[in-house]
Each structure stands twice: as C-alpha cells, then as structure tokens.
C-alpha cells in the first residue's frame, strides 16, 4: 500500500466533482466520491488496508481545491490528493514505470551502502590498531595457565608414585578428579584423588589418599589394575 500526501487542508461543506477519469475495470456509479475524500483527509485505517474495490483501477476527481487519485495495479493499491483542480490521468503502464523507478532507486541505495561498507572494512584491516595486537597477550596467559596445569597433575601423578601407586591408580585418579586432592562430588559427597565415599582417607593429604585407596582397591577387586579394568567396564569402582 503506498500513499502520498501534498496537503492536510480539511474539505469545505457543499463537494462537487468533476474531471472523471476511470478505467475499464472500474465503474463510475460505484464509486462515492464524498466518502473517499473524506476517508483520504483523515487517513482513514480501512482505505489504508485494502483496495476500495475489486479489480484494476485508475481514476481521479476533483472538488475544486483538492485532485484526489485512486489506483490499484494487480494488488498494488493506493491514493494521493494534492491542492488544485489539475487533473491526475495516470495509467496502469505509468504505475509500472513508478514502481520499476523505485526498485532501481533501492537497488542503487543498496549498490552504494555496499560499496561504503568495502570501503571502511580496508580501512580497518590497513589500520595499524590490529586486533592480532591486543590478543596476543591473552594466547600467552592461556599457554601459561596450560603450563601450570600440567606442571600441577605431574606432580600430583609424583605423589601418587611416591606414596605406592602405580599408573592404574593415576589412570583412575584422572578419571574421577581429574588428578584434584580437593575434589568434592555436590551430589554424592565422595571426596580426594580417588572419590572416596565415608573414607577416612579421602580428605587427607596426597600420600594419605593413595594409600587408602590402594587398600581399598586390593580388598575389594584384588589389585588395582583389576580396579581399572572395573572403571573401563563400569565407569566407577
């Protein structure tokens, strides 16, 4: 729906109407010129949302200070109305050249805001502000953050050895803690390297952890690679 308006000025009492001009699709007789110039002066929501009637049509009339036209072009409706008794005759070939002209003005709108947009995107590639400068400090703390985590399971993994484990028990231990002696399950509340439940074991130190979880392992499935062989069918121990 497409509507222009020239003017605001309000209708004088008494219309009268003439230079008539409407097309083969639409009659005369059916149309009431009084109530269409007063639904375009006050921009009536109805006239706005649909065709006044059915099929293709182009007409205009006047009243002596205002031209009103109405138009529908294959579902492409609208009016206008502008001061003075000038004529509006526009045909339906005239309405199509109106909307080609507009999709060319889009078209070269959108030409023009692509074009612009190249343009600043080299501006701030050739910047000398690269964002490779800013993130260069951030790839170093993560390899930084990375160097200490496994400077700290090393280390953990030393402690387990020393204490009397073996690589099936820090194989387990990676698994369950991800190699933390502070680890805390929130759900079940097994605790240490190993996830001891109830242990007394499992929230002491590193060698004091091993040890009970070595134990237990022994006690319970006969040593601790057939504790990990439990883990690789079961998940847990």
């Known amino acids: 729906m ?3 308006i020239f003017t605001t000025l309000a209708l004088s009492a008494g219309l009268t ?11 005369a007789a ?5 109530h269409l110039a007063q639904a375009a002066q006050n921009n009536d929501v109805e006239l706005n949302q649909k065709p006044i009637q ?4 182009d007409f205009s009339f006047s009243d002596g200070k205002f031209t009103y036209h109405f138009y529908n072009y294959n579902g492409n409706f609208g009016y206008e109305y502008h001061t003075g008794s000038t004529q509006v005759n526009n045909t339906s070939s005239q309405l199509a050249a109106q909307e ?7 078209d070269t709108q959108q030409i023009q805001f692509d074009a612009q947009n190249e343009i600043d995107t080299n501006k701030v590639t050739s910047s000398n502000e690269q964002p490779k400068q800013v993130e260069a400090p951030k790839k170093e703390v993560k390899q930084e953050v990375a160097t200490k985590s496994t400077a700290s399971n090393s280390s953990i993994e030393a402690q387990i050895l020393a204490a009397g484990g073996d690589q099936a028990m820090i194989e387990i231990a990676k698994r369950e ?3 933390n002696p502070n680890a805390t399950n929130p759900s079940s509340g097994a ?6 439940l109830g242990k007394s074991w499992a929230n002491g130190s590193v060698e004091e952890q091993t040890k009970g979880a070595k134990q237990y392992m022994i006690d319970r499935y006969g040593s601790t690679s057939a504790a990990l ?4 069918a079961n998940n847990n121990y």
């Open 191 to 196: 605790q240490g390297l190993f996830q001891g």
């Open 30 to 34: 059916d149309v009431d010129y009084s």
């Open 177 to 179: 803690s991800t190699l």
């Open 2 to 4: 497409k509507k222009s």
């Open 229 to 232: 062989s439990y883990h690789d």
């Open 100 to 106: 080609q002209n507009v999709e060319q003005k889009v």
């Open 17 to 27: 109407f003439g230079g008539l001009a409407v097309s083969d699709d639409a009659k």
């Open 54 to 57: 059915a099929g293709n049509y």
